[in-house]
Every structure is written in C-alpha cells, then in structure tokens.
C-alpha cells in the first residue's frame, strides 16, 4: 500500500462526509422549517416526496460523522506509517 494513497483515501472521505453532512443538514432545515399547512398532507398541495424525512436526516448525519471519524483515522495511520518509514530510513 502507497502512503500517497491512503492518504488521498483519507482526504477524500473526509471531502464525501462534509458533503453528506452538508446535504443532511440542508433536508433538517428543510424539514423543521416547513410551514405548518405542510405537516397534514391531505390538505395541502406539498408532495410527500417532497419534504425530506427528519428521521433519515438525523441518521445520514450520524452516517457521516462516522465517515469523518474513520476517515481521519486513515489519515493518521498514514501518517503514523510515514513517520516509521522515516525513522527507519534514517
């Protein structure tokens, strides 16, 4: 395994959980800050579909918290690895 590679792994899902945290956070606001008419979707015009499922957003969020965290967790084995690679070489 190239180091290079792990961490541009690292990086890069840290760069995919930002956006899921991202687009998450954007349906919680979505969702809580929906007018009042919209919550009873008999009468209202507001497609089901439409309005994102708090709950789910909540765990996409929690999804990629956990992304994050083990994402910088590669980034720090790299690094770790790295620096062993020095000390050898050395």
Do not use: C, H, W, Y
């Not at 792994?9 to 969702?31: D, P």
């Not at 809580?32 to 015009?45: F, K, M």
């Amino acid at each position: 395994m190239e180091i290079q590679s792990a961490f541009n792994s690292g990086v890069q899902g840290l760069q995919r959980a930002n956006e899921e945290a991202n687009k998450a956070a954007e349906n919680i606001v979505a969702e809580t800050t929906a007018p009042n008419e919209a919550v009873n979707l008999e009468t209202s015009n507001i497609d089901e579909k439409s309005i994102p499922d708090l709950n789910q957003s909540i765990v996409d969020l929690k999804v990629a918290e956990f992304q994050a965290k083990a994402s910088a967790q590669v980034i720090q084995s790299a690094d770790e690895s790295l620096g062993t690679l020095i000390d050898v070489t050395v």
